[in-house]
């Protein structure tokens, strides 16, 4: 269980690592880790200089490390089909879960994210009233976001940061694409999943307006990038060699695709209704709308593209769709 400054700086530290290993450029910045003796779930990431602060409390580290721990004892009571299956010692998906939402923390700052928000910076969960912040620089951002954004496109801002940051730590966190690490990618996936519905949790216990998106719009993304994973090392080929197609040889077996969503994609999507009740979710698997609802707007999207949110059944396919073009916006206004 990670619960010293150490531990979580070691953490930091690891994410980094992987940071400069999957992107094969130095991350930009020397992150600055503080740590808070409280129990509360909190993590803040805040412009620093001319790098980034990170603030959490010891209680991030042993809510994730509590919420494993029931999860896995409702895991060894299920049939052994339906339960998770861990890699390495009980203790370890605790420390994945933390390195990635570290992971997620400096992918806000390195695509970009406080040359919009400035000083305030970028709250997962907790009230940083009481805390002290450690930036108190109140310049006004580079990108102010009415110069980008209609005005009824704002409150969307913060989900849409959020989602970028779930998308780039998420494809650093799990790597390329390797039919030898599915179990690798589905041990990782989880342990992204566990973080999402802690916050889920969060956001449904503010008084204040949510800033994240719903986890099953995260959980949407999660496994719509999972399920198209297999197919990325073909598109790369094919534009590294200026083709304007994906030839039928560069693609994964049938049985090879076959074979990767049941022993990844599918075991993912069913733990998280282990996963949300460990956490106190319990109306999230309902709420997901059913795993042929769920597969069939992912299948939509992978093949058709971005369509209304009409033309989606699930709550978290709807609400994707709804974000995607304010998405675009701020992408483009930072320079992707």
Partial sequence: MVTNKDSLQFVLDAAVERYDERVSVPFAASPALRV???????????????????????????QIAQAWKRALDLSTNLPPERQ??????PDHPADMSLRWLMQHELNHFAIGHFRITGSAGLLEAGDPTGFGIASQDNAPPELPVESFLAEDEEH?????????AD???????????????????????????MVILIIEREERGKETSRTHPFAETRLFMLLAYLTELPFIPAYKRAEHEGLD????EYLPTDSEVSGYRAAVVEPVFASSQILAEAVGLKDFWEALGGSDAFFADIEVVLSQGHQPPDHFRTKGAKQWAELKPTNDKILRALGF
């Fill in 36 to 62: 808070i003796p409280r129990d509360t779930f909190y993590a803040h990431v805040f412009p620093l200089g001319e790098g980034l602060g990170i603030d959490t409390c010891t209680g991030t580290a042993n």
């Fill in 84 to 89: 998770i299956e861990l890699l390495g010692h």
């Fill in 156 to 164: 969307w801002l913060s989900y849409c940061l959020e989602l970028q």
């Fill in 167 to 193: 998308q780039d730590a998420t494809e650093i966190f799990l790597g390329a694409y390797s039919a030898e690490n599915w179990k690798l990618f589905r041990y990782y996936a989880t342990s992204v999943l």
């Fill in 245 to 248: 197609y994906v030839p039928e």
